[in-house]
């Protein structure tokens, strides 16, 4: 992972909270940090997650006698491979009573092979991942001017600069002119749009994949097999402000924090009703997604507890968080999807899970929403 960034793009704010932790290498892989970087998080206010701490796996002293294992659980007595057969019959049997095939409860999703382990998928993923977000980076480079160019007179809420459009860079022998002066006609069939469909760096796994930015706060998110791919100056600004709908006296209620377990009850109470604050609970409560999961079909290093609903959108709003359309099949024929914001969406009183009422984020002066303008088209909306 590339190390955390605290210059040119972050908000003022953001970049005095990473300030002592900035010089560190970033996470590793598995998604894990250490104690040293743990407590500088915890020390500027940033890390106090909840989900990540409960499934960090931590050493504790070994000096019982019951925590000392024997020959018998170094043994491999337990493998699939060692079980013995329920009857002698099934030697007469086809396959001798065995799934020799692919099975569901066996084999991990994108398993080459069956009974392929899940360190076996986890070691070809790892090794895969350059060489495909090298292919990714080509792509990008190739359609799109990936050097920002920041809007003179407008940022966003603390600070960040916007990046103005447009990005893409026509194609071979076009220009934005000659663009402008063809119909729609002949726009089709010269297949001349300069924002085609983005593609997900790895379609045929696909699922969701978070920026390096919000992985600094969760790196419960974190992927062994594939990375984000949007450069940072393209994004929205993060961790982000949330106003609320019936209170806009108080302006920004997020504090600087991204909103968790850990810390809605704090940020919310008496501005909230108890019903609201309920249903934000359950928003923030982790459940077992195709990805990230305690089982061997996750792509996450280490046994997740899962995702919550407001780990995307965060605090209600995008950071660029990508996936896979659920709607269509075959899995080529997939769209690559961003998070939609929250902004905007409004919900009844009665509502027992406020999934916008609470981060009804109205726009505040001289500020704008970002999104990702690599990802303004049609296509991927």
Known sequence: MTQVRTTGLWALRSKR????????GGFPVSGTIDDATRQALLGASILSEAVQEAQTPRAVPQDRPEQQLSEHDRSD???????QPSSTSFANQPDQGEVLSFE?????????RPTQTFDEIMQADVQAKPCIMAAQQQLLE???DLTPRFDR????????PIAAGPTARPQAGMDWDTLARMTSEAFRQANASPYPSLPHPK???GRQVFPQMQLLIVPRSQRFDVAFDLPEAFLPEFPPVIFLQN???????????????SNFYRLFKDRLTLVQLDGLRMLLMPFPQEQFN???DRKSAQASLGVTCLDCPINGHTTGQFHLNPADRPQERRLRLDTVSLRGLCTTSRSTVPSAAYARSRTAPNSHSARPILMETPYTR
């Open 77 to 83: 007595l337990s493998q699939a491979t060692r079980a």
């Open 153 to 160: 007179d407008h940022r966003m809420s603390w600070g960040k």
């Open 203 to 205: 379609q045929a796994t």
């Open 142 to 144: 190739r359609r799109y």
């Open 247 to 261: 209170r806009p006296e108080l302006g920004d209620v997020s504090r600087g924090e991204v909103v968790s377990i």
């Open 17 to 24: 909270r990473c300030g002592p932790f900035s010089s560190n």
């Open 104 to 112: 569901f409860y066996r084999d991990s999703l994108n398993a080459k």
């Open 294 to 296: 305690p089982t061997d």
